[in-house]
């Protein structure tokens, strides 16, 4: 019983040891108390029934089903945004695509040869546009030429040049 | 940490945490919320808690911060704090508190925040004195102070209510 007042003096000191606070809380909970000690049995027994309060229970938030709904949200967003690429190719490009739906029957006749392929045909025109830039060219220059002629030819110029050599003899010879 | 991880190491700490909220608000459907808003302040933070080393004082001190704040929150709005003397419960009340045993409780409220937080996590969650200390952001000493106070202050309130029981059995036997 001593030891138990001298466990209790430290106890209330703050000093005990976890060790000596066991051995009190183990007499306490006990059923042979001595009655001096018995004013501390509901100290004990207090700090023993608040430990059996229990937490109410925390939910918690459910973090696979934020994850399925980003996935399938993920999954729509891509495929809305496929889609979106698919008509815009379309409307952008419509005339390359049907050219390339008629590339089957289209037929040119050069010099009555039958001709299928548009590559070719326009490798074609595009030599005869050529040839024919160069006839036009080649041939515009001798009026180009006559022009110039022309200009020098002037009449007028010529007959003013004579006119000033005239003078020009006529005041030597005075 | 994913759910099962949160539930392994955060929520077994979840009844320590209820009661520390209880002891410091004194009112169980604030410390309801209290709980609830740390734990949902846990799960939004769950990927840096791995980090944290030790996770029971890391979530007291929370707890405790968050409890205190409220208080403070509280006391602002003028709202009066429970009971802030021990009076001796008249045969009416005794008869309700019959249960010596919650007397013991209500006694551990009258005691201020520090000295309650403190002998609660001492006597009832038999927390060593460092973890303590750690916690209350206090020396070891200083928790070993708070902690004899407490505990004497307990005994002379204890004392009181033997006292007084003892009188009115008297005076009505």
């Given amino acids: ?174 | 940490m994913d759910t099962q991880q949160f539930q392994l190491h955060i929520l077994c700490y979840s009844d320590k945490l209820y009661r520390m909220a209880r002891s410091i608000l004194k009112d169980e459907n604030r410390s309801k919320d209290a709980y609830q808003d740390l734990m949902m302040r846990l799960w939004e933070k769950r990927k840096q808690l791995k980090a944290i080393e030790n996770p029971q004082a890391f979530m007291l001190t929370s707890m405790r911060n968050l409890c205190v704040d409220l208080l403070r929150k509280q006391q602002l709005n003028g709202e009066l704090p429970a009971n802030a003397e021990y009076n001796a419960p008249n045969p009416h009340q005794l008869a309700e508190q019959a249960d010596t045993v919650n007397v013991i409780s209500r006694m551990i409220d009258l005691l201020p925040e520090t000295q309650r937080t403190i002998i609660r996590m001492k006597d009832v969650e038999e927390m060593e004195i460092s973890e303590i200390a750690e916690v209350m952001s206090m020396t070891e000493n200083a928790v070993t102070v708070n902690l004899s106070r407490a505990r004497k202050k307990l005994r002379e309130m204890i004392l009181i209510h033997q006292q007084q029981e003892k009188m009115l059995y008297e005076q009505y036997r």
């Avoid at chain 1, 089903?65 to 379309?90: F, H, M, N, P, Y």
């Fill in chain 1, 1 to 174: 019983m001593n030891n138990i007042d001298n466990l209790l003096n430290n106890y209330f000191d703050g000093t005990a040891s976890p060790e000596e606070e066991n051995v009190l809380k183990n007499y306490f909970r006990s059923d042979n108390i001595s009655p001096q000690h018995e004013m501390y049995k509901p100290m004990f027994a207090g700090f023993d029934k608040e430990k059996q309060i229990a937490a109410p229970a925390f939910v918690i938030p459910l973090e696979r089903d934020k994850e399925k709904q980003s996935l399938s949200r993920k999954l729509w967003i891509t495929i809305a945004s496929t889609a979106a690429v698919i008509l815009l190719v379309i409307t952008l490009f419509p005339f390359k695509n049907q050219s390339e739906m008629q590339s089957d029957d289209y037929t040119v006749f050069i010099n009555g040869k039958e001709i299928t392929n548009p590559q070719k045909a326009q490798q074609y025109a595009d030599k005869m546009f050529m040839q024919a830039n160069e006839i036009i060219r080649t041939s515009y220059e001798p009026f180009v030429e006559v022009n110039a002629m022309q200009t020098e030819m002037d009449a007028d110029k010529i007959f003013d040049n004579v006119y000033r050599k005239i003078n020009y003899t006529e005041s030597e010879n005075q």
